[in-house]
């Protein structure tokens, strides 16, 4: 039977694999749930919020309900966060371009927070079907196929701690970091026409040093090279008459 999901394909997915293997205290039901998932025993997996809902097919006729949250981020947590990310503007402009940098987790447990759960505490569980423990091969399952999600779009990973996407990309936003990659010739500041067309061929160079942060084929765009059409979209759109 052919693989439905392949899962780890990211260091954040490899990371979450990683981190619910090194807190299994059950040596027989993380590796089942792991068959079942790369199986196609899950069926569905929604993320919405802190909330992750599912559903997985097992030996009964009707799927098995799944229900997990992680443990969310308080003020403090989100605190440290921002003020991690508005220190390094590296950091935030390749959050700005969909990705998670390795550092920026490696930041945060300094200060003492992880984005990946440390306990099965730190998850709240539950399954329809009759085994009480977390994780059952249904749950366990499900903890493999959200490396898949977040393999996808690492911003789950932030979602489930109850930390929306918009609020990332709102600490990390242009206003406040694309001044730091853009730059200005001042010696043409007084002629304001000109000054005008230098800020504006900045602005384009700025976006396209952030354009080669991006992977050639990141796993959300399957088609063309991702990095080549944005870039051939950025330059239309600075070139194109007002």
Same mark, same amino acid.
């Given at each position: 039977?052919?693989?439905?999901?392949? &899962?780890?394909?990211?260091?954040?997915?490899?990371?979450?694999?990683?981190?619910?293997?090194?807190?299994?205290?059950?040596?027989? @039901?993380?590796? @089942?749930? @792991? #068959?079942?998932?790369?199986?196609?025993?899950?069926?569905? =997996?929604?993320?919405?919020?802190?909330?992750?809902?599912?559903? =997985?097919?097992?030996? @009964?006729?009707?799927?098995?309900?799944?229900?997990?949250?992680?443990?969310?981020?308080?003020?403090?947590?989100?605190?440290?966060?921002?003020?991690?990310?508005?220190?390094?503007?590296?950091? !935030?402009?390749?959050?700005?371009?969909?990705?998670?940098?390795?550092?920026?987790?490696?930041?945060?447990?300094?200060?003492?927070?992880?984005? /990946?759960? !440390?306990?099965?505490?730190?998850?709240?569980?539950?399954?329809?079907?009759?085994?009480?423990?977390?994780?059952?091969?249904?749950?366990?399952? =499900?903890?493999?196929?959200?490396? /898949?999600?977040?393999?996808?779009?690492?911003?789950?990973?932030?979602?489930?701690?109850?930390?929306?996407?918009?609020?990332?990309?709102?600490?990390?936003?242009?206003?406040?970091?694309?001044?730091?990659?853009?730059?200005?010739?001042? #010696?043409?500041?007084?002629?304001?026409?000109?000054?005008?067309?230098?800020?504006?061929? #900045?602005?384009?160079?700025? /976006?396209?040093?952030?354009?080669?942060?991006?992977?050639?084929?990141?796993? &959300?765009?399957?088609?063309?090279?991702?990095?080549?059409?944005?870039?051939? &979209?950025?330059? /239309?759109?600075?070139? #194109?008459?007002?």
């Amino acid at each position: 039977m052919a693989e439905r999901y392949k &899962f780890g394909l990211t260091w954040w997915g490899q990371r979450w694999i990683r981190a619910i293997e090194k807190i299994d205290i059950d040596e027989n @039901r993380l590796p @089942r749930g @792991r #068959s079942y998932a790369k199986n196609g025993n899950v069926l569905k =997996v929604e993320i919405n919020g802190g909330q992750i809902k599912a559903s =997985v097919r097992g030996s @009964r006729p009707h799927p098995y309900r799944e229900h997990m949250t992680l443990k969310p981020f308080g003020e403090r947590e989100k605190a440290i966060l921002e003020s991690v990310i508005i220190g390094r503007p590296d950091l !935030a402009a390749r959050i700005l371009v969909g990705q998670i940098p390795s550092e920026l987790n490696e930041l945060l447990i300094k200060k003492g927070i992880d984005l /990946f759960p !440390a306990s099965w505490n730190e998850i709240e569980a539950d399954c329809s079907c009759p085994d009480w423990a977390n994780p059952c091969k249904h749950l366990a399952a =499900v903890y493999y196929v959200i490396a /898949f999600e977040i393999d996808k779009d690492p911003f789950l990973l932030f979602e489930m701690r109850g930390i929306s996407k918009e609020w990332m990309m709102k600490i990390s936003g242009l206003k406040q970091n694309v001044q730091e990659y853009v730059f200005v010739d001042e #010696s043409q500041a007084s002629d304001p026409q000109k000054t005008e067309e230098v800020r504006l061929d #900045s602005k384009a160079e700025s /976006f396209l040093k952030v354009i080669d942060l991006l992977d050639d084929d990141p796993l &959300f765009y399957k088609y063309l090279n991702f990095k080549e059409k944005l870039r051939d &979209f950025l330059c /239309f759109h600075f070139e #194109s008459p007002k």
